[in-house]
Protein backbone atom coordinates (compact mmCIF):
# COMPACT_ATOMS: atom_id res chain seq x y z
CA UNK A 1 0.00 0.00 0.00
CA UNK A 2 1.33 3.14 -1.21
CA UNK A 3 2.21 5.79 2.27
CA UNK A 4 0.23 9.30 2.07
CA UNK A 5 3.17 10.71 1.22
CA UNK A 6 3.71 9.20 -2.01
CA UNK A 7 0.27 10.00 -2.86
CA UNK A 8 0.39 13.68 -1.75
CA UNK A 9 3.63 13.27 -4.00
CA UNK A 10 1.80 12.25 -6.95
CA UNK A 11 -1.37 14.51 -6.72
CA UNK A 12 -0.53 16.17 -10.21
CA UNK A 13 -2.54 19.66 -8.86
CA UNK A 14 -0.61 19.93 -5.49
CA UNK A 15 2.54 19.00 -7.51
CA UNK A 16 2.13 21.43 -9.90
CA UNK A 17 1.21 24.22 -7.69
CA UNK A 18 4.56 23.40 -5.18
CA UNK A 19 6.46 23.62 -8.27
CA UNK A 20 4.85 26.84 -9.23
CA UNK A 21 5.06 28.79 -6.17
CA UNK A 22 8.86 27.53 -5.82
CA UNK A 23 9.67 29.37 -9.08
CA UNK A 24 7.29 32.12 -8.30
CA UNK A 25 9.82 32.32 -5.16
CA UNK A 26 12.47 32.31 -7.19
CA UNK A 27 11.22 35.04 -10.02
CA UNK A 28 11.01 32.47 -12.49
CA UNK A 29 7.74 33.88 -13.76
CA UNK A 30 7.78 31.98 -17.27
CA UNK A 31 8.08 28.32 -15.61
CA UNK A 32 5.59 29.80 -12.32
CA UNK A 33 3.13 30.90 -15.07
CA UNK A 34 3.18 27.68 -16.77
CA UNK A 35 3.30 25.62 -13.58
CA UNK A 36 -0.43 27.43 -12.29
CA UNK A 37 -1.86 27.11 -15.50
CA UNK A 38 -1.66 23.42 -15.41
CA UNK A 39 -3.00 23.42 -11.73
CA UNK A 40 -5.80 25.71 -13.38
CA UNK A 41 -6.13 23.20 -16.32
CA UNK A 42 -6.82 20.25 -13.64
CA UNK A 43 -8.49 22.40 -11.49
CA UNK A 44 -10.33 25.61 -12.85
CA UNK A 45 -11.56 26.65 -9.38
CA UNK A 46 -8.13 26.84 -7.79
CA UNK A 47 -8.73 30.68 -6.72
CA UNK A 48 -4.88 30.60 -5.39
CA UNK A 49 -3.61 29.28 -8.84
CA UNK A 50 -5.33 32.08 -10.55
CA UNK A 51 -3.78 34.70 -8.21
CA UNK A 52 -0.39 33.67 -8.06
CA UNK A 53 -0.60 33.51 -12.07
CA UNK A 54 -2.13 36.89 -11.96
CA UNK A 55 1.07 38.02 -9.77
CA UNK A 56 3.49 36.71 -11.89
CA UNK A 57 1.85 38.10 -14.48
CA UNK A 58 2.25 40.82 -12.50
CA UNK A 59 6.22 40.45 -12.24
CA UNK A 60 6.60 40.33 -16.07
CA UNK A 61 4.27 43.55 -16.48
CA UNK A 62 2.31 41.99 -18.51
CA UNK A 63 -0.64 44.06 -16.50
CA UNK A 64 -3.22 43.14 -18.33
CA UNK A 65 -3.12 39.33 -17.90
CA UNK A 66 -2.44 39.67 -14.17
CA UNK A 67 -5.80 41.96 -14.42
CA UNK A 68 -7.39 38.69 -16.04
CA UNK A 69 -6.63 36.23 -13.43
CA UNK A 70 -7.41 38.31 -10.42
CA UNK A 71 -10.48 39.34 -11.72
CA UNK A 72 -11.47 34.83 -12.68
CA UNK A 73 -10.23 34.75 -8.79
CA UNK A 74 -12.75 37.00 -7.71
CA UNK A 75 -15.61 35.05 -9.68
CA UNK A 76 -14.54 32.38 -7.60
CA UNK A 77 -14.26 34.05 -4.15
CA UNK A 78 -15.93 37.48 -4.22
CA UNK A 79 -14.53 38.05 -0.94
CA UNK A 80 -11.60 37.96 -1.18
CA UNK A 81 -10.56 41.44 0.23
CA UNK A 82 -5.97 40.07 -0.45
CA UNK A 83 -7.50 40.12 -3.94
CA UNK A 84 -8.54 43.40 -4.74
CA UNK A 85 -6.07 44.53 -2.64
CA UNK A 86 -3.24 43.49 -5.21
CA UNK A 87 -5.70 44.31 -8.47
CA UNK A 88 -5.84 47.73 -6.82
CA UNK A 89 -2.09 47.57 -7.25
CA UNK A 90 -2.27 46.81 -10.54
CA UNK A 91 -4.70 48.86 -11.90
CA UNK A 92 -2.55 51.86 -10.31
CA UNK A 93 0.39 50.82 -11.84
CA UNK A 94 -1.74 50.89 -14.70
CA UNK A 95 -2.97 54.60 -14.71
CA UNK A 96 -6.67 53.35 -13.89
CA UNK A 97 -6.68 55.57 -10.40
CA UNK A 98 -10.16 55.79 -10.56
CA UNK A 99 -10.55 52.16 -10.59
CA UNK A 100 -7.58 51.36 -7.95
CA UNK A 101 -9.47 53.28 -5.57
CA UNK A 102 -12.51 51.43 -5.92
CA UNK A 103 -10.89 48.31 -5.60
CA UNK A 104 -9.96 49.70 -2.12
CA UNK A 105 -13.32 51.42 -1.29
CA UNK A 106 -14.51 47.08 -1.83
CA UNK A 107 -11.69 45.95 0.22
CA UNK A 108 -12.40 47.97 2.83
CA UNK A 109 -15.49 47.23 3.02
CA UNK A 110 -15.12 43.70 3.14
CA UNK A 111 -12.06 44.09 6.00
CA UNK A 112 -11.76 48.28 7.79
CA UNK A 113 -8.75 46.55 9.16
CA UNK A 114 -6.71 46.15 5.75
CA UNK A 115 -3.54 48.35 6.04
CA UNK A 116 -2.55 47.82 2.92
CA UNK A 117 -6.02 48.82 0.93
CA UNK A 118 -5.61 52.11 3.23
CA UNK A 119 -1.95 52.71 2.06
CA UNK A 120 -3.31 51.77 -1.73
CA UNK A 121 -5.95 53.98 -1.21
CA UNK A 122 -3.58 57.05 -0.08
CA UNK A 123 -1.51 55.97 -3.30
CA UNK A 124 -4.66 56.63 -5.78
CA UNK A 125 -5.72 60.28 -4.06
CA UNK A 126 -1.99 61.34 -4.05
CA UNK A 127 -2.28 60.37 -7.58
CA UNK A 128 -5.39 62.96 -8.00
CA UNK A 129 -3.44 65.41 -5.62
CA UNK A 130 -6.26 64.95 -2.93
CA UNK A 131 -3.41 64.94 -0.58
CA UNK A 132 -5.72 65.57 2.70
CA UNK A 133 -7.67 62.24 1.21
CA UNK A 134 -4.43 60.60 1.16
CA UNK A 135 -3.54 62.08 4.85
CA UNK A 136 -6.84 60.55 6.24
CA UNK A 137 -5.90 56.92 4.84
CA UNK A 138 -2.71 57.04 5.92
CA UNK A 139 -4.10 58.30 9.41
CA UNK A 140 -6.39 54.88 9.28
CA UNK A 141 -3.94 52.73 8.46
CA UNK A 142 -1.47 53.92 11.49
CA UNK A 143 -4.61 53.90 13.62
CA UNK A 144 -5.02 50.07 12.53
CA UNK A 145 -0.87 49.24 12.88
CA UNK A 146 1.22 52.35 14.45
CA UNK A 147 4.66 50.62 13.35
CA UNK A 148 3.71 50.18 9.53
CA UNK A 149 6.32 51.53 7.34
CA UNK A 150 4.69 52.41 4.16
CA UNK A 151 1.86 54.66 6.02
CA UNK A 152 4.57 56.15 8.35
CA UNK A 153 7.08 56.98 5.16
CA UNK A 154 3.95 57.92 3.19
CA UNK A 155 2.27 60.45 5.53
CA UNK A 156 6.14 61.81 6.36
CA UNK A 157 5.99 62.52 2.61
CA UNK A 158 2.90 64.46 2.92
CA UNK A 159 3.97 66.21 5.87
CA UNK A 160 6.98 67.30 4.09
CA UNK A 161 5.29 68.93 1.06
CA UNK A 162 2.58 71.23 3.80
CA UNK A 163 5.99 72.42 5.32
CA UNK A 164 5.10 70.16 8.79
CA UNK A 165 8.98 69.56 9.27
CA UNK A 166 8.39 68.28 12.62
CA UNK A 167 5.36 66.09 12.05
CA UNK A 168 7.36 64.71 9.07
CA UNK A 169 10.46 63.93 10.97
CA UNK A 170 8.39 62.20 13.64
CA UNK A 171 6.78 59.91 11.02
CA UNK A 172 10.34 59.09 9.67
CA UNK A 173 11.61 57.97 12.77
CA UNK A 174 8.52 55.79 13.69
CA UNK A 175 9.23 54.03 10.33
CA UNK A 176 13.46 53.90 11.42
CA UNK A 177 12.09 51.95 14.37
CA UNK A 178 9.70 49.76 12.71
CA UNK A 179 12.19 48.72 10.25
CA UNK A 180 15.82 49.78 10.56
CA UNK A 181 17.07 47.53 7.58
CA UNK A 182 14.12 48.33 5.43
CA UNK A 183 15.55 49.17 1.69
CA UNK A 184 12.60 51.03 -0.12
CA UNK A 185 12.05 52.43 -3.25
CA UNK A 186 14.33 56.11 -2.27
CA UNK A 187 17.93 56.88 -3.53
CA UNK A 188 20.41 57.87 -0.76
CA UNK A 189 20.84 61.27 -2.96
CA UNK A 190 17.42 61.96 -2.28
CA UNK A 191 16.96 60.84 1.52
CA UNK A 192 20.70 63.32 1.64
CA UNK A 193 18.01 65.92 0.44
CA UNK A 194 16.02 65.25 3.19
CA UNK A 195 18.02 65.40 5.81
CA UNK A 196 19.75 68.41 4.07
CA UNK A 197 16.07 70.10 4.30
CA UNK A 198 15.51 69.11 8.37
CA UNK A 199 19.05 70.91 8.72
CA UNK A 200 17.96 73.63 7.11
CA UNK A 201 14.77 73.91 9.39
CA UNK A 202 17.16 73.09 12.39
CA UNK A 203 19.33 76.07 11.73
CA UNK A 204 16.27 78.81 10.65
CA UNK A 205 14.77 77.37 14.31
CA UNK A 206 18.16 77.85 16.29
CA UNK A 207 18.52 81.48 14.79
CA UNK A 208 14.75 82.28 15.65
CA UNK A 209 15.81 81.19 19.23
CA UNK A 210 18.64 83.02 18.48
CA UNK A 211 16.77 86.69 17.71
CA UNK A 212 13.89 85.80 20.40
CA UNK A 213 16.19 85.18 23.55
CA UNK A 214 18.71 87.65 22.51
CA UNK A 215 21.41 85.75 24.54
CA UNK A 216 23.00 84.01 21.55
CA UNK A 217 21.22 80.61 22.25
CA UNK A 218 22.76 77.58 20.29
CA UNK A 219 21.58 74.20 20.55
CA UNK A 220 21.90 70.80 18.69
CA UNK A 221 18.36 69.83 18.04
CA UNK A 222 18.17 66.14 19.22
CA UNK A 223 16.78 64.52 16.81
CA UNK A 224 19.39 65.45 13.95
CA UNK A 225 22.14 62.94 14.55
CA UNK A 226 19.05 59.91 14.52
CA UNK A 227 17.54 60.85 11.65
CA UNK A 228 21.14 61.14 9.59
CA UNK A 229 21.86 57.52 11.07
CA UNK A 230 17.92 55.87 10.64
CA UNK A 231 18.06 56.86 7.46
CA UNK A 232 21.44 55.32 6.04
CA UNK A 233 20.42 52.05 8.03
CA UNK A 234 17.16 52.12 6.27
CA UNK A 235 17.84 52.96 2.76
CA UNK A 236 21.51 50.90 3.37
CA UNK A 237 24.50 50.99 0.58
CA UNK A 238 22.70 48.21 -1.80
CA UNK A 239 20.64 51.53 -2.74
CA UNK A 240 23.51 53.04 -4.16
CA UNK A 241 23.80 51.80 -8.05
CA UNK A 242 19.63 52.61 -8.23
CA UNK A 243 20.41 55.82 -6.90
CA UNK A 244 22.77 56.64 -9.71
CA UNK A 245 20.68 56.10 -12.13
CA UNK A 246 17.88 58.42 -10.88
CA UNK A 247 17.09 62.00 -12.42
CA UNK A 248 16.96 64.34 -9.72
CA UNK A 249 13.51 65.17 -10.67
CA UNK A 250 12.79 61.68 -10.00
CA UNK A 251 13.99 61.72 -6.61
CA UNK A 252 12.63 65.25 -5.55
CA UNK A 253 9.26 63.76 -6.20
CA UNK A 254 9.63 60.44 -3.58
CA UNK A 255 10.29 63.27 -1.04
Known sequence: MLNSGILHAENPEKTAYKQGL???VHKNYDNAIAEFSQVIQINP???GAYVLRGNAYYGKNDLDLAIADYNKALEINPASTEVYVVRAGTYLKKGNTDQAITDCDKAIKL???SVSAYNLRA???LEKNEVDLALADYDHALKINPKDVPASMGRAQIYRKKGNIHRSQVDFKRAVAADPALTASISNRAVNNY???LKEHESQSVKKMEADSGDGLSRDFSGKENVEKGMRQLFGEDRRKQSE????????NLL
Do not use: V
Open 245 to 252: SESPEEEE
Open 22 to 24: DHY
Open 111 to 113: NPK
Open 195 to 197: IKI
Open 45 to 47: KNE
Open 123 to 125: SGH
